[in-house]
């Protein structure tokens, strides 16, 4: 998985570029965030939804999702769990979902701030 933000139209480029249906013109621009993946066989590109960057950064670096949503609703108040976890689901990206093992459940926020 490699997650990256942009201060340019990254995901916008990429689907201009991977299809025949514009005229090359790129109306809109603006920062993305985008998720490359390749569960299979495919290179998928994806638009992150609003806050998915921080919340992607977070899991990848060990953090429970919890917390991972926490710091993306920090980082970015419109964040909706929903979307984000959707986006997980849809790109292939967990193998497996684990509890925290020996960390009783209300400590596990206390925990990833350590």
């Known amino acids: 998985m ?5 201060k340019r139209s ?3 480029i990429w ?6 249906d514009h005229n090359g ?5 603006g920062a993305e965030a985008a998720l490359v993946a390749r569960p299979f066989l495919e290179v998928e590109v994806r638009r992150l939804p609003s806050g998915g960057y ?4 977070a899991i990848s670096e060990g953090k429970t999702v919890a917390t991972a949503a926490r710091i993306a609703t920090e980082t970015t108040p419109s964040f909706d769990i929903v979307s984000n976890l959707k986006l997980i689901d849809d790109a292939k990206l ?4 684990q509890e925290a093992v020996g960390v009783p459940k209300d400590q596990h ?6």
């Open 109 to 114: 926020e206390e925990r990833d701030a350590a």
């Open 94 to 97: 967990a193998v497996d979902i």
């Open 54 to 57: 921080a919340f992607l950064r």
């Open 2 to 6: 490699n997650h990256s933000f942009e």
């Open 15 to 20: 689907e201009n570029n991977r299809t025949n």
């Open 10 to 12: 990254i995901v916008t």
């Open 25 to 29: 013109m790129i109306e809109r621009w």
